[in-house]
């Protein structure tokens, strides 16, 4: 059986659309699947949308969560509730095509793949979402060990084998596709060309996006706090040479009591120090949200079509 998982955060606007097309897609080339729609506390029509569909067809089935928790959240809790041998994730606004399973389908069964994740080659649309995403990849490219993420999202399909490795990863602040490149497996691509949104606007607002990168930095690589030792170690040289003039210039007796000079070290290392703190803050931060151990999302209820609503 075929999992797929799908979150949503109010986007009633898209979902008649997006339930069609994703039926449609699978249907191409199984019937044995279900479509796991997690409703992420939306405030709109979604949630009652989708049991409209999941009425109609009962392989629709709507995990709707308490709350907002966000879509990493969201999909973990889809992953959690999948039963599929073979389970897919996808964004819920039809930038990624689910007519695209189809060749991630084949490739797991005739190739032997474990996951298959989707590569972005190319993004419709310009706009400056797409020049984060860019720098985004760039830095986690090269301060991390994870190799093969470049590009891809959480549009994947997945063996059960590797879901469980994913889901053995408990940690509460986390970013799904580097835990995907993390297990190992045998992972393959397919190349696709990033759609613009369906309808509505983004639901990942800038600031959650940015929360999402750092989340992925701090968790694959310990850039952020080496930064902090490069930092010093640049003062501490600078220092060194300016310490070594500053007692010349006292024994040669041409010293003089420079307002600037002192200024800009004030300024130099007050500044370092305050983001070296800051940085220590986020690691500290993060020690606690994992430390304080709650649930990544509480569930209102599970409209699998065999309980009566
Ligand atoms: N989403 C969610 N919870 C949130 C924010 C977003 O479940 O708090 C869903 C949203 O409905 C969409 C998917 O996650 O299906 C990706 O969101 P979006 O398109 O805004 O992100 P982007 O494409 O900018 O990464
Ligand atoms: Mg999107």
């Given at each position: 059986m075929l999992s797929i998982v799908i979150p949503i955060y109010n986007e009633e606007g898209l979902i008649n659309d997006l339930v069609d097309r994703t039926v449609a897609a699978l249907e191409k080339f199984t019937t044995d699947y279900e479509i796991i729609f997690v409703d992420d506390g939306s405030r709109d029509k979604s949630l009652k949308n989708l049991l409209l569909h999941q009425d109609k067809n009962s392989k629709i089935k709507v995990l709707a969560?308490?709350?907002?928790?966000g879509h990493q959240a969201a999909f973990t809790a889809g992953l959690e509730y999948s039963t599929g041998d073979l389970v897919g994730m996808m964004d819920g606004d039809l930038q990624d095509p689910p007519e695209l399973f189809e060749e991630m389908y084949r490739k797991i069964i005739e190739e032997g793949y474990d996951i298959i994740s989707g590569k972005r080659s190319g993004r419709k649309g310009k706009n400056s979402r797409n020049l984060y995403t860019f720098l985004f990849h760039l830095l986690f490219r090269n301060v991390t060990a994870i190799q093969n993420m470049e590009n891809t999202g959480n549009f994947s399909l997945m063996r059960r084998e590797a879901v469980d490795a994913l889901l053995t990863?408990?940690?509460?602040?986390?970013y799904l596709p580097g835990l995907r490149a993390f297990i190992g497996f045998k992972q393959g691509y397919v190349d696709y060309i990033r759609d613009e949104r369906f309808d509505g606007d983004p639901k990942m607002d800038l600031s959650k996006l940015f929360r999402l990168a750092a989340d992925a930095i701090f968790a694959f690589s310990r850039f952020p706090i080496r930064l902090c030792l490069y930092m010093g170690m640049f003062g501490t040289i600078v220092f060194m040479f300016a310490g070594l003039y500053v007692i010349i210039a006292k024994i040669a007796g041409f010293a003089i009591i420079g307002w600037s000079s002192t200024m800009l070290s004030i300024y130099f290392l007050g500044s370092i120090q305050l983001i070296s703190i800051g940085i220590v803050g986020e690691y500290v931060y993060r020690i606690y949200k994992e430390s304080q151990n709650r649930p990544l999302y509480f569930v209102k209820k599970f409209h699998d079509g065999k309980l009566v609503k």
């Open positions: 969560l308490s709350g907002n928790f990863m408990k940690e509460k602040i986390r």
